[in-house]
């Protein structure tokens, strides 16, 4: 809990960050900028996907493990071989965006227009997997204050650099913006984990070639599944661009940027204390099981009022985001909401296989998943539009819990404890009851309503939160001192 208020804090800081840009970025380009950005965006993260062979989530792994040692001579061996590889992965990607350049504007925009983007774009490559190869060092040692820190002020000092590239250069300043963000990012990184002192060392070949196998047999099948996802959401955009138009693209990742953004920060805040501490414990069942299910509490708890003012507010959301050409999409967020429960709580379970290592396990779970989630999106799309898009999002993390529990039950004896499933119930059941008052009656009913369930959620977790960790004990410790 005192990582995620440490990074959660700085995730909301993140998000009122990414509202501003994306406020200035509807107004200044429109969804069709908003589409141009997110098929750039998204063609890119597709290619880092397959060329940084997973290395910022299995290194992570490797360096809690060396870290939970206290051998800082071992930690020195795994960060350095760490650093070489992803100086390698980066190259590779760089080269390879701009060699496929002309092919890739073909594949995503039907025509080479963007060819030169992409060569531009190349550079990116290199600057990100850099930079999150600092971050994954700060993660794995669990150093979380200055993980904050570096992504506060790369996020504050970005902002500043890429509106005006908006504002003057309209559409010619996408590019621009995203090669400045990630130029500052690294900076960022770079000087945070230059506070940390690791000890210097020379590796040899052979330590080289035992720590890189190692860490690559379980990156390259997380870089493998990493890309199956990537490629099922490039797609779908690519479908919708070509039977809706860019601005049906700009209104899905508009749509899905409120999800995995700005309610989706809960995730990013906890796993990144979450995995290291899973790892440190990942020889055992019993406290696999007894960290998962205290994980999967919290993220209910703290993420539930809020799913619920969104349900009950989301026309105002909306606007404020972006602005009222944005309003197609609330259909769509009403069923994406609801399948955030179902995707908090396979969360907290999936953990378990990058953990324990199991990486063939881990790949064919990820492949049967984005095999489902492709057609389900596909067809969704067809037959109901935006709106289907979004009641396929609940199916899928649906169908993708009761897959994950089942195969962790049967591999690692995992369960969920009592007191979880009692959460989830009354917690779901007030969603559900708000997402039918949403749908089926009208204003100032669904207000009083919605406000009415807010109330209680709200009461309900504070309720839980106190009984887990004496929150109003702390605070009155602290304000005695």
Request: aromatic share 14%.
């Amino acid at each position: 809990m005192k990582a995620t208020s440490i990074f959660g804090g700085v995730q909301v800081f993140n998000i009122v960050i990414s509202i501003i840009r994306s406020k200035f970025v509807a107004i200044l380009l429109g969804t069709t900028g908003m589409g141009i950005m997110g098929l750039l965006t998204s063609t890119t993260g597709m290619i880092s996907s397959l060329t940084n062979l997973g290395l910022g989530t299995s290194a992570v792994k490797d360096i809690a493990s060396a870290y939970s040692t206290g051998d800082e001579k071992r930690i020195g061996i795994v960060v350095s071989v760490f650093r070489l590889m992803v100086w390698i992965t980066g190259l590779v990607g760089l080269i390879a965006t701009a060699i496929f350049s002309p092919w890739l504007s073909q594949l995503t925009f039907g025509n080479k227009d963007y060819s030169l983007a992409f060569i531009w774009l190349s550079i990116t490559l290199l600057l990100n997997q850099l930079s999150n190869g600092q971050l994954v060092v700060l993660q794995g040692l669990r150093k979380i204050n200055y993980l904050a820190k570096a992504n506060l002020a790369g996020s504050f000092i970005g902002l500043f650099i890429t509106l005006p590239m908006y504002y003057f250069l309209g559409l010619d300043g996408i590019v621009p913006g995203i090669i400045g963000t990630a130029l500052l990012s690294l900076l960022m990184s770079w000087y945070f984990s230059g506070k940390i002192m690791i000890e210097r060392t020379v590796l040899s070949r052979s330590q080289t070639i035992f720590e890189g196998k190692n860490m690559l047999r379980m990156g390259f099948m997380i870089s493998i599944s990493g890309l199956l996802t990537l490629g099922v959401a490039y797609i779908i955009r690519i479908f919708i661009s070509r039977t809706g138009g860019l601005e049906q693209v700009g209104l899905y990742n508009a749509g899905f940027a409120i999800i995995n953004t700005y309610i989706g920060l809960i995730f990013n805040a906890m796993g990144t204390d979450f995995y290291p501490r899973l790892s440190e414990v990942a020889h055992d069942n019993k406290l696999c099981k007894q960290t998962i299910n205290q994980q999967a509490e919290i993220a209910l708890l703290i993420m539930a009022p809020i799913l619920i003012i969104f349900l009950t507010y989301i026309n105002f959301a909306v606007i404020l985001l972006y602005s009222k050409q944005f309003i197609p999409v609330n259909n769509m967020l009403h069923w994406a909401a609801l399948g955030m429960f179902f995707k908090a709580s396979s969360w907290s379970i999936a953990f378990i296989f990058l953990a324990k290592g199991t990486s063939q396990l881990y790949f064919w779970n990820e492949l049967i998943a984005n095999i489902y989630s492709l057609v389900l999106n596909l067809i969704g799309y067809h037959l109901g539009g935006l709106n289907g898009l979004g009641l396929s999002f609940a199916i899928t993390y649906l169908l993708y819990l009761i897959q994950i529990y089942l195969v962790s039950k049967l591999k690692f004896a995992f369960t969920f404890d009592r007191s979880f499933t009692i959460i989830f119930i009354i917690q779901f059941g007030l969603s559900a009851v708000a997402f039918l008052t949403i749908r089926y009656l009208y204003q100032p009913y669904t207000y009083i309503i919605g406000s009415l369930l807010i109330i209680i959620s709200g009461w309900f977790s504070a309720r839980e939160l106190e009984k887990r960790l004496g929150i109003l004990s702390i605070l009155r410790n602290f304000t005695h001192t």
